[in-house]
C-alpha cells in the first residue's frame, strides 16, 4: 500500500513514482497487478492535495495514463470543485480519454475558452481546434496578435496542424519572435503532408 508523503517534494516524487508504476508495458492494456492499481488509486487520491500544482501534477499523470473508466466519477467530482485553470484543463484531458466523460470534459474545455484569457484558454482552444470548433478557431484567431509570443506560438501551431487551417498563420510565418515563425512554419508544413 502506498502512503502519502508529508512533504511537497515527497509528494511530487511520489506522483512520478505512482505514474511509472502504473504505466503499462503494453499501452492498450491497462495494468491490473496491486502495485499499478494501488499506484493508479494514489493519483487519483493526489488529486484532493491543498496544492493546486500537485492537483495539476496528480491529473497529468492520470491523463497519460490509458483510459480506465472507474477513474471518471473521481475525475469528474474533482474537476466540479475545481477553480485553478491549468488543473481543471488536465484533469478535463484526463476526462477526454475515458469512456462517457467526454461531454463533461468538452464542457470544461468549452468554459476554459470562454473564461479563460491566459494560457489554459488557449490550451483548450487548442484541444478544441481539431474538431473546427468555432469558438476554439476564433480564440486562436484572436491569439495571433497577443502581446505575449508564448500564447502566439500556440495559436499558431494549433490553427496550422490541429484545425489544419494553415491560412490562418500565414501572417505569423513574419511574426518578431522566431519561436512563433517556427511554430507556424511546422504547423503549415504539418498540415500540407496530412494533405
Do not use: C, F, W
Not at 501534477?57 to 480506465?68: D, H
Not at 469512456?99 to 494560457?119: I, K, P, Q, W, Y
Request: glycine share 6%; net charge negative.
Amino acid at each position: 500500500d502506498l502512503k502519502v508523503p508529508s512533504s511537497r517534494t515527497a509528494v511530487a516524487q511520489g506522483i512520478e513514482a505512482a505514474r511509472l508504476l502504473a504505466t503499462p508495458v503494453d499501452r492498450d492494456d491497462p495494468p491490473t497487478d496491486g502495485d499499478a492499481v494501488s499506484a493508479r488509486t494514489y493519483l487519483l487520491g493526489a488529486i484532493a492535495s491543498t496544492d493546486s500544482n500537485l492537483r495539476g501534477q496528480a491529473a497529468v499523470a492520470i491523463a497519460s495514463l490509458p483510459g480506465r473508466d472507474e477513474s471518471a466519477v473521481t475525475l469528474q467530482q474533482a474537476l466540479a470543485r475545481e477553480t485553478d485553470a491549468n488543473v481543471r484543463l488536465s484533469i478535463a484531458r484526463a476526462l477526454m480519454r475515458l469512456s462517457g466523460s467526454e461531454a463533461v470534459a468538452l464542457e470544461a474545455l468549452h468554459a476554459l475558452v470562454a473564461n479563460d484569457h491566459t494560457m489554459p484558454g488557449l490550451q483548450a482552444a487548442a484541444l478544441l481546434a481539431e474538431s473546427h470548433d468555432p469558438a476554439a478557431i476564433t480564440r486562436l484567431d484572436a491569439a495571433l496578435i497577443e502581446p505575449d509570443a508564448s500564447l502566439r506560438r500556440v495559436a499558431a501551431r494549433a490553427l496550422a496542424r490541429d484545425a489544419m487551417l494553415p491560412g490562418h498563420v500565414a501572417g505569423a510565418l513574419s511574426d518578431s519572435d522566431p519561436e512563433v515563425r517556427i511554430a507556424a512554419a511546422g504547423g503549415i508544413l504539418a498540415a500540407h503532408a496530412a494533405d
